[in-house]
């Protein structure tokens, strides 16, 4: 694989570099990630910062589980084998500062790993680590989204861990100690590429309108190759896959910024792959709200000034809450998933009899034994569009994999499922293979939940050498001020009558893009053209969007409008079965739901589509 060196100096005509311009590649958007994206941003000349975003709410869970195997651990283990152990040499001579929350539940054994590689190395980097974002001693003290007392925090089980979502502030105050290397615990994703530019710029943090563009950076890199064509809705446009870019950010002083990929690299920046991605995983683009700013995204405008470059701007902000958001986790019960793959005629039928009879029989041992039954089940038949409900096309299939989920509060409560399946490739329908995959594990369920903490009861530490030292964060107003009026005026929906409607796809019209937030989706919606937009606004109503995922939705659906890139954000609320690692269904985050979202039929005048 040829990587070219990647260089920015021919900006196209109007760009303002200003007097210094900072240049921040993302090589990690979740732990796991892909260890092509370090050697790429190595290639890009003027580089001066590399972030790293390994902690979605599921992976607090995971290091949760892998703390309790052992102690010493709670940290992405990645950073350290696959991008420290590796490139820390090349890294220092290019004097390329890294700022990662690869510290997970455990920052100051992250740093230890670390020290210990470049030991090894005879190398000597700088690591300022942040801490305090563990508020588990505090859970008294923690409210729900009104202020009020948390009075689900019983129900959700023995407390295993709390952490406080952290802003900027210390990730600035840890580069202005000379630091190489940033570890940070639970924070906002966006958050390190704020620090770097309040670091770099020396704005006042209450610049709220630069705070709120540097912000919208950080947010569209976080994912890594979701902002350079991963997950975008026209697929086959994206050219190699397998070296696909990864994010880079060249960032003015005016907290403008150019967002592009190394040279070489595969993937597709344009308005539309960075629009997907930030409307990714938000809910009301008016009030994003994060430590240091509460961001509105309504009127940001994405340019396209080259070749996989794009000009973003827009975004306003203003003055922060007095609280942080708390992710707790807590081990709640057990759970087991075993797939079986079923095919002949009428697999379907045959698959779904299968898991009834299973269920029966596995239920009958459970009273025997004088268990409860299961809390919680889940048949799903992948392959025959399950997760469509009553909007599934395919009726009939030779070929299903029946998955069934169970979850118990007792590890013995699964272990009939467990055992019991195997025999279903013997004693039930012909054309059975029992196990598919491979016999199933039964795994300890690790719940999370949010909850939030007045800012002022977190004390926040810097360590870095053999210093230690408070974070100031200030004293934040209590309440945010509301959102202005958007600047961008909706446009006019009303359609003459005697214009032609005919019933097309939503993919007609419109890009989309999937996440999740807890035990909520989101769903973010494009136009395609300009002239789609009042389509959009009309036709995609918050009831039909309701309706079309009514077998999965428990909640109520919400809509957001965004002018400014012709968009509108839907939130579902209670529709993933209870998110994250609690969630027995095969797809617990919501990715999928924009590309069934996209099949719905909505009706569009004729003459637009000639």
């Known amino acids: 694989m040829t990587v070219r060196p990647f260089a920015l100096d021919a900006l196209p005509a109007g760009t303002s570099q200003g007097p210094r311009q900072v240049h921040i590649g993302c090589a990690s958007g979740f732990w796991g990630d892909s260890q092509i994206a370090v050697p790429q941003l190595l290639t890009v000349p003027q580089l001066n910062y590399i972030v790293f975003d390994y902690l979605a709410e599921t992976t607090m869970s995971i290091l949760q589980r892998a703390r309790m195997r052992n102690a010493e651990l709670g940290y992405a283990t990645d950073f350290v084998s696959a991008v420290i152990r590796p490139h820390l040499r090349a890294l220092l001579d290019r004097k390329i500062r890294l700022v990662s929350n690869a510290g997970g539940l455990n920052p100051l054994g992250c740093r230890d790993a670390i020290l210990a590689i470049a030991q090894e190395q005879g190398l000597s980097p700088r690591i300022a680590v942040v801490t305090g974002d563990d508020v588990s001693a505090l859970s008294q003290r923690f409210t729900d989204a009104q202020g009020e007392p948390a009075r689900d925090l019983a129900d959700l089980g023995s407390l295993l861990s709390a952490n406080a979502y952290l802003g900027a502030k210390p990730i600035a105050d840890a580069l202005a100690l000379d630091a190489d290397i940033v570890i940070t615990g639970r924070g906002v994703d966006s958050a390190s590429v704020l ?5 770099e710029y020396h704005w006042s943090w209450a610049d709220y309108n630069r705070l709120a563009q540097a912000s919208l950076a950080g947010h569209l890199i976080e994912c890594g190759a979701q902002a350079t064509g991963g997950l975008f ?6 050219p190699d896959w397998a070296n696909i870019g990864y994010p880079v950010v060249a960032l003015d002083g005016d907290g403008t910024f150019l967002l592009t990929k190394p040279a070489g690299t595969g993937g597709l920046v344009n308005r539309a792959t960075v629009a997907e991605q930030l409307l990714y995983e ?14 509105d995204f ?6 396209q000034v080259g070749t996989d470059r794009v000009r973003v701007h827009g975004a306003r902000g203003r003055a922060p809450s007095a609280r942080y958001k708390v992710t707790a986790t807590a081990q709640h019960g057990f759970q087991l998933a075993i797939m079986m793959a079923i095919r002949g005629q009428r697999a379907r039928a045959k698959a779904m009899r299968t898991a009834d009879e299973l269920l029966r029989r596995t239920r009958r041992l459970l009273s025997v034994e004088g268990l409860e039954d299961y809390a919680d089940v889940a048949v799903e038949l992948l392959g025959a569009e399950a997760m469509y409900g009553d909007h599934a096309r395919l009726s009939e299939s030779r070929e299903i994999v029946l998955r069934i989920a169970a979850r118990h509060m007792q590890r013995k409560g699964l272990e009939f499922l467990q055992k019991e399946s195997a025999s279903a490739g013997t004693s039930m329908g012909p054309g059975t293979r ?24 977190v004390p926040i530490w810097l360590d870095c050498g053999n210093a230690r030292m408070p974070v100031d964060i200030g004293t934040p107003d209590a309440a945010p001020t509301p959102a202005a009026p958007s600047t961008t005026a909706l446009p006019d929906t009303g359609i003459a009558d005697r214009d032609a409607m005919v019933p097309v796809p939503l993919s007609r019209l419109a890009y989309a893009r999937s996440g999740d ?17 009042p389509i959009l606004l009309r036709e995609l109503t918050t009831e039909r969007v309701q309706d079309y995922f009514c077998h999965l939705v428990q909640g109520q659906v919400e809509r957001f409008e965004l002018p400014g890139t012709h968009a509108v954000n839907f939130v579902l609320r209670q529709s993933l079965g209870g998110g994250g690692s609690f969630s027995l ?5 919501g990715k999928s739901y924009a590309q069934m979202l996209l099949d719905l039929e909505i009706p ?6 000639a």
Do not use: M
Not at 233 to 238: C, P
Not at 585 to 589: A, Q, V, Y
């Open 282 to 295: 938000i809910g009301d683009p008016a009030a994003y709200e994060l430590p240091d700013v509460v961001c």
């Open 298 to 303: 309504r009127d940001v405008t994405i340019a």
């Open 604 to 609: 569009c005048p004729r003459s637009l589509l």
């Open 434 to 457: 029992s196990h598919f995959g491979g016999r199933s594990d039964i795994q300890s369920v690790i719940r999370t939940a949010a909850f939030f903490i007045a800012k002022d009861e």
């Open 195 to 199: 620090g770097i530019a309040v670091h």
């Open 233 to 238: 809705t026209d697929w086959e446009e994206v």
């Open 517 to 533: 937030k807890g035990d909520d989706a989101n769903i973010g919606v494009i136009a395609r053209q300009d002239a789609y937009w």
């Open 585 to 589: 269904r095969s797809d617990p985050l």
